[in-house]
């Protein structure tokens, strides 16, 4: 029969008898594709790759970096440095603005490296039918219509259409998240079957892991369902951190205040009679005090610290902002397998001879006991030896823990075995196999013929509804055959099922003279001899990091491929959510509007067999509903989301290299107690931020209203330029960027997150900038005119000034080290590099007040003993002011926190 190519279009394949698929397609099972009709599909449909998306050139994302507020503001003060003929400061000032151009610059690259990891992961060798012969080819080079040829380890090259399997079983938790093997058919299935439910259906980039099939290429490249993500991926934006918006928005207060300043006091200036030059230099020291030159740099060096502390507690963090964004999370979108949970199947509860049986232990060590240390025989020790023989994996201990070579379930079902002390080396040796009846999704169970002690067994272990019917009698709990308790055994499988457990049955068939297991007449009269539950459990220490988001006021919500009923089994058990809460599935989250699902992801914790474009539409979702965001995250369909989110969270250990670059963390552990840990990091690190910014913004704001007030006041500037570029750039880097190094303030994580809207410079801050203005503007001009009014030279009475705000400064930073203690409640030497700064500032102050080379370079003169009391005692006045201030200001918050609300008795 002559076939005609039709258009491979947006096809519910797997709605299709495989026969008319291939009509479709023009496709021979038995033949395959001719290689004429494979040129002229390669013409129409490319190469079988994801197409690199263009990116912008390197030197136009470079020159991007710098157009940014707060780059432009350094770049001002390094220009104006540059006039004043400091090629040394101007030269530091832009090399921080190059070096966080540079940072961005790589981070940039590397999101975008995500899709050419994404590329990679689908390339590989395939067996392909052309011609009616096999070929081994490079997946790029599939076209529609081939015919692959699939076996176990195989990584699938395109999407297939089956028609044909052996015991086929994919695993496919990097594009579905379903945990488990994926038993595969060839039948057709209705059309709206879910992704992660359509068994006769082979995705590219998943892998075989047992049996053989053959499929038909329906898509390739672009069109596949990974090409699909790679959209998903290349449409989702470049989030912007909470900081960045912060900082951005400070940077163009910034800007307008200082340009507005600047322009005010050369105005003044002029009405006042002073010539334009030395207005000009007025309102240059004005520019060049109000600008916090040290700032980018301080929040940078701030949040690499926070990257190696999170290093530290198996955090690694892949952009730098994503330190901060941490500390802002509101709500975190977890995976289920092997981030909240140990991805390792866990026999939990055993029922044989009518008896019901808690096993303990968790994973895949042996360490743990079945019931209250269960006698092993009778019915028990059938179903443990059951699971043994019929039976393909193997157990085994490496240099760091116990792993299971082959399908998860059936090697915890080895790990139930050696916890009661049977070895299956040795039964299996003892009871050699004689035949074998594979598992197959048709049938739904597997079994294994042995010769016991003379007499001829075979085992049986599969669904409960299939070993079931085939049963007559079943065991007690002394191993005798009984009549059979169906509606008992069938309420226990229902029991199980209600608390997430998957239900494995087995039985067995007693026949002396059974030669050989026929798959097609299968015996019926076989012997009930128990029930498995089994299921992934949750990490322990998972359990607790869930109480403590919660004490931190972040909400966690489940996201996942697998069932319902499993994925609430363990959120209840986690915390997660509580008894009566449903889950919503992917079927009904389809069947919403975008107003009815924000509303959804408000009050429902769990979303279960949830596809890539629906994890992307719920993180949307939160994020329009205010949320910070931060997702999880291991396979190719994770991408999207990861990198929608306000931080991505991705899996260091069972992690595909997409998930990775797509991220800003990756956890070299997979633990969600570890995502825990870098919130908490997080929330440091912004607190070291905003002391910083507390403790640089008012001595920018002093130095600036000294300038403005000398020449309102008409007198002789009491700084120069110069000597404000000395006393930012020094005391920035040897006084305030000891606070990025303050540890983490108790209680960080039993305080809500910051709201998102909350800006930096809040009320607080504002008074704060006020307060030590005119602290340094009354000290500094103060001693300035004093000096000057005694008969000093202008050296020595500008030496004083400079002096009073870098003490004051050094005063000024104990107090910020807690912007809720004092000092001495937080420890006085609980951060070394406080003291050490204030050592290094002394010296170099000593240096700039008595060292000629330094008199000449900064216009300074050595001062005496009494100057140096007058400096110490604004420096002591100003700290205690402050602190008195914070005291009040904490008593008052108190009062209010305590004070009952109206209405209320």
Same mark, same amino acid.
């Given at each position: 029969?002559?076939?005609?190519?039709?258009?491979?279009?947006?096809?519910?394949?797997?709605?299709?008898?495989?026969?008319?698929?291939?009509?479709?397609?023009?496709?021979?099972?038995?033949?395959?594709?001719?290689?004429? @009709?494979?040129?002229?599909?390669?013409?129409?449909?490319?190469?079988?790759?994801?197409?690199?998306?263009?990116?912008?050139?390197?030197?136009?994302?470079?020159?991007?970096?710098?157009?940014?507020?707060?780059?432009?503001?350094?770049?001002?003060?390094?220009?104006?440095?540059?006039?004043?003929?400091?090629?040394?400061?101007?030269?530091?000032?832009?090399?921080?603005?190059?070096?966080?151009?540079?940072?961005?610059?790589?981070?940039?690259?590397?999101?975008?490296?995500?899709?050419?990891?994404?590329?990679?992961?689908?390339?590989?060798?395939?067996?392909?039918?052309?011609?009616?012969?096999?070929?081994?080819?490079?997946?790029?080079?599939?076209?529609?219509?081939?015919?692959?040829?699939?076996?176990?380890?195989?990584?699938?090259?395109?999407?297939?259409?089956?028609?044909?399997?052996?015991?086929?079983?994919?695993?496919?938790?990097?594009?579905?998240?379903?945990?488990?093997?994926?038993?595969?058919?060839?039948?057709?299935?209705?059309?709206?079957?879910?992704?992660?439910?359509?068994?006769?259906?082979?995705?590219?980039?998943?892998?075989?892991?047992?049996?053989?099939?053959?499929?038909?290429?329906?898509?390739?490249?672009?069109?596949?369902?990974?090409?699909?993500?790679?959209?998903?991926?290349?449409?989702?934006?470049?989030?912007?951190?909470?900081?960045?918006?912060?900082?951005?928005?400070?940077?163009?207060?910034?800007?307008?205040?200082?340009?507005?300043?600047?322009?005010?006091?050369?105005?003044?200036?002029?009405?006042?009679?002073?010539?334009?030059?030395?207005?000009?230099?007025?309102?240059?020291?004005?520019?060049?005090?109000?600008?916090?030159?040290?700032?980018?740099?301080?929040?940078?060096?701030?949040?690499?610290?926070?990257?190696?502390?999170?290093?530290?507690?198996?955090?690694?963090?892949?952009?730098?902002?994503?330190?901060?964004?941490?500390?802002?999370?509101?709500?975190?979108?977890?995976?289920?397998?092997?981030?909240?949970?140990?991805?390792?199947?866990?026999?939990? +509860?055993?029922?044989? =001879?009518?008896?019901?049986?808690?096993?303990?232990?968790?994973?895949?060590?042996?360490?743990?006991?079945?019931?209250? =240390?269960?006698?092993?025989?009778?019915?028990?020790?059938?179903?443990?030896?059951?699971?043994?023989?019929?039976?393909?994996?193997?157990?085994?201990?490496?240099?760091?823990?116990?792993?299971?070579?082959?399908?998860?379930?059936? =090697?915890?079902?080895?790990?139930?075995?050696?916890?009661?002390?049977?070895?299956?080396?040795?039964?299996?040796?003892?009871?050699?196999?004689?035949?074998?009846?594979?598992?197959?999704?048709?049938?739904?169970?597997?079994?294994?013929?042995?010769?016991?002690?003379?007499?001829?067994?075979?085992?049986?272990?599969?669904?409960?509804?299939?070993?079931?019917?085939?049963?007559?009698?079943?065991?007690?709990?002394?191993? @005798?055959?009984?009549?059979?308790?169906?509606?008992?055994?069938?309420?226990?499988?229902?029991?199980?099922?209600?608390?997430?457990?998957?239900?494995?049955?087995?039985?067995?068939?007693?026949?002396?003279?059974?030669?050989?297991?026929?798959?097609?007449?299968?015996?019926?009269?076989? @012997?009930?001899?128990?029930?498995?539950?089994?299921?992934?459990?949750?990490?322990?220490?998972?359990?607790?990091?869930?109480?403590?988001?919660?004490?931190?006021?972040?909400?966690?919500?489940?996201?996942?491929?697998?069932?319902?009923?499993?994925?609430?089994?363990?959120?209840? @058990?986690?915390?997660?959510?509580?008894?009566?809460?449903?889950?919503?599935?992917?079927?009904?989250?389809?069947?919403?509007?975008?107003?009815?699902?924000?509303?959804?992801?408000?009050?429902?914790?769990?979303?279960?067999?949830?596809?890539?474009?629906?994890?992307?539409?719920?993180?949307?979702?939160?994020?329009?509903?205010?949320?910070?965001?931060?997702?999880?995250?291991?396979?190719?369909?994770?991408?999207?989301?990861?990198?929608?989110?306000?931080?991505?969270?991705?899996?260091?250990?069972?992690?595909?290299?997409?998930?990775?670059?797509?991220?800003?963390?990756?956890?070299?552990?997979?633990?969600?107690?570890?995502?825990?840990?870098?919130?908490?990091?997080?929330?440091?690190?912004?607190?070291?931020?905003?002391?910083?910014?507390?403790?640089?913004?008012?001595?920018?704001?002093?130095?600036?209203?000294?300038?403005?007030?000398?020449?309102?006041? =008409?007198?002789?500037?009491?700084?120069?330029?110069?000597?404000?570029?000395?006393?930012?750039?020094?005391?920035?880097?040897?006084?305030?960027?000891?606070?990025?190094?303050?540890?983490?303030?108790?209680?960080?994580?039993?305080?809500?997150?910051?709201?998102?809207?909350?800006?930096?410079?809040?009320?607080?801050?504002?008074?704060?900038?006020?307060?030590?203005?005119?602290?340094?503007?009354?000290?500094?001009?103060?001693?300035?005119?004093?000096?000057?009014?005694?008969?000093?030279?202008?050296?020595?009475?500008?030496?004083?000034?400079?002096?009073?705000?870098?003490?004051?400064?050094?005063?000024?930073?104990?107090?910020?080290?807690?912007?809720?203690?004092?000092?001495?409640?937080?420890?006085?030497?609980?951060?070394?590099?406080?003291?050490?700064?204030?050592?290094?500032?002394?010296?170099?102050?000593?240096?700039?007040?008595?060292?000629?080379?330094?008199?000449?370079?900064?216009?300074?003169?050595?001062?005496?003993?009494?100057?140096?009391?007058?400096?110490?005692?604004?420096?002591?006045?100003?700290?205690?002011?402050?602190?008195? +201030?914070?005291?009040?200001?904490?008593?008052?918050?108190?009062?209010?926190?305590?004070?009952?609300?109206?209405?209320?008795?």
């Amino acid at each position: 029969m002559t076939r005609t190519t039709q258009s491979v279009g947006p096809v519910a394949w797997h709605g299709l008898p495989a026969d008319e698929a291939a009509d479709r397609l023009a496709a021979s099972f038995t033949d395959g594709l001719a290689d004429d @009709q494979v040129a002229s599909r390669r013409a129409a449909h490319g190469e079988n790759r994801i197409t690199p998306r263009p990116g912008r050139s390197p030197l136009l994302r470079f020159a991007l970096q710098f157009v940014q507020p707060l780059v432009l503001v350094l770049l001002v003060a390094s220009l104006v440095t540059m006039l004043l003929g400091e090629w040394v400061d101007a030269s530091v000032i832009f090399g921080v603005t190059l070096i966080n151009a540079l940072i961005g610059f790589i981070q940039e690259g590397r999101a975008e490296s995500a899709l050419a990891a994404l590329a990679r992961s689908v390339i590989s060798e395939v067996t392909v039918l052309r011609g009616g012969s096999k070929r081994r080819l490079s997946s790029t080079e599939l076209v529609p219509g081939d015919v692959v040829l699939l076996t176990a380890g195989d990584k699938v090259p395109a999407d297939l259409r089956l028609f044909h399997t052996r015991e086929l079983q994919a695993m496919e938790a990097a594009l579905t998240g379903e945990s488990t093997a994926v038993a595969k058919q060839d039948e057709a299935l209705p059309h709206d079957t879910l992704l992660a439910e359509r068994s006769n259906m082979a995705y590219a980039g998943t892998v075989m892991i047992s049996g053989q099939g053959s499929g038909v290429v329906v898509a390739t490249g672009d069109h596949t369902e990974t090409g699909r993500i790679s959209r998903l991926i290349a449409e989702a934006p470049d989030m912007r951190t909470p900081l960045t918006r912060k900082m951005a928005a400070f940077s163009n207060w910034l800007l307008l205040a200082i340009g507005l300043l600047a322009l005010l006091t050369f105005a003044v200036g002029i009405w006042r009679g002073e010539s334009v030059f030395a207005m000009f230099m007025a309102a240059v020291a004005l520019a060049v005090g109000a600008i916090p030159e040290g700032l980018p740099a301080a929040v940078t060096i701030t949040l690499a610290i926070g990257v190696s502390r999170m290093a530290r507690r198996r955090a690694i963090i892949r952009k730098l902002p994503a330190v901060e964004t941490l500390g802002s999370t509101t709500t975190i979108c977890s995976d289920k397998t092997g981030t909240l949970t140990e991805n390792q199947m866990t026999v939990r +509860e055993i029922y044989a =001879g009518g008896v019901r049986l808690v096993v303990s232990g968790s994973g895949y060590s042996p360490a743990g006991r079945i019931g209250d =240390g269960a006698a092993i025989d009778g019915a028990l020790r059938e179903c443990l030896l059951a699971g043994v023989l019929c039976n393909d994996a193997g157990l085994g201990k490496s240099s760091r823990s116990w792993e299971v070579v082959g399908d998860p379930t059936e =090697g915890a079902l080895l790990v139930v075995a050696r916890k009661a002390g049977l070895d299956e080396r040795t039964l299996q040796k003892m009871f050699r196999r004689l035949d074998e009846i594979p598992f197959d999704s048709a049938r739904q169970y597997m079994a294994t013929l042995h010769d016991i002690e003379g007499v001829r067994l075979a085992y049986f272990k599969g669904a409960l509804e299939q070993l079931l019917a085939r049963s007559i009698t079943m065991l007690d709990r002394k191993g @005798q055959a009984t009549a059979l308790r169906r509606e008992e055994i069938e309420q226990v499988a229902r029991s199980m099922a209600a608390e997430g457990l998957r239900v494995l049955a087995v039985a067995r068939l007693v026949s002396p003279s059974l030669e050989a297991l026929d798959a097609k007449s299968p015996d019926r009269g076989l @012997q009930f001899i128990g029930l498995v539950g089994m299921v992934d459990p949750p990490r322990p220490k998972a359990i607790s990091a869930v109480r403590t988001c919660h004490s931190a006021g972040i909400t966690v919500k489940m996201i996942t491929g697998d069932h319902a009923v499993t994925a609430l089994s363990i959120a209840r @058990q986690l915390g997660i959510t509580r008894s009566g809460e449903a889950a919503l599935s992917g079927r009904e989250l389809a069947a919403l509007a975008d107003d009815e699902l924000h509303a959804a992801v408000a009050r429902v914790n769990v979303f279960a067999r949830v596809d890539p474009a629906q994890k992307l539409r719920l993180v949307r979702a939160l994020q329009s509903n205010g949320e910070v965001v931060a997702m999880t995250g291991d396979g190719v369909n994770d991408a999207p989301a990861l990198k929608q989110a306000d931080i991505g969270i991705a899996m260091g250990l069972g992690g595909t290299e997409v998930a990775k670059e797509a991220a800003d963390m990756v956890l070299t552990d997979d633990d969600f107690a570890t995502i825990e840990a870098a919130i908490e990091e997080g929330r440091g690190v912004y607190d070291n931020l905003v002391k910083f910014i507390t403790w640089t913004l008012p001595t920018n704001f002093g130095e600036g209203l000294v300038i403005v007030a000398a020449v309102i006041a =008409g007198a002789t500037l009491p700084i120069t330029p110069l000597q404000i570029l000395w006393i930012n750039m020094t005391t920035a880097v040897f006084l305030g960027l000891m606070l990025a190094f303050e540890p983490i303030e108790h209680g960080v994580m039993h305080r809500p997150p910051r709201p998102p809207s909350r800006q930096i410079l809040d009320a607080a801050l504002l008074w704060r900038i006020v307060l030590l203005g005119v602290l340094l503007l009354a000290g500094s001009f103060g001693l300035f005119l004093v000096e000057l009014a005694q008969g000093h030279p202008l050296a020595e009475a500008r030496t004083v000034a400079v002096n009073v705000f870098v003490v004051v400064q050094a005063m000024y930073l104990f107090n910020c080290r807690s912007l809720k203690f004092s000092a001495l409640h937080i420890g006085l030497f609980s951060n070394p590099a406080v003291w050490y700064g204030v050592l290094v500032m002394a010296v170099l102050q000593a240096l700039l007040t008595y060292w000629p080379v330094m008199n000449r370079l900064f216009a300074t003169a050595p001062i005496g003993g009494p100057e140096w009391l007058e400096i110490l005692a604004v420096g002591t006045l100003a700290y205690l002011i402050v602190g008195v +201030e914070k005291h009040w200001r904490n008593l008052r918050a108190d009062l209010l926190r305590k004070r009952p609300r109206a209405g209320s008795r």
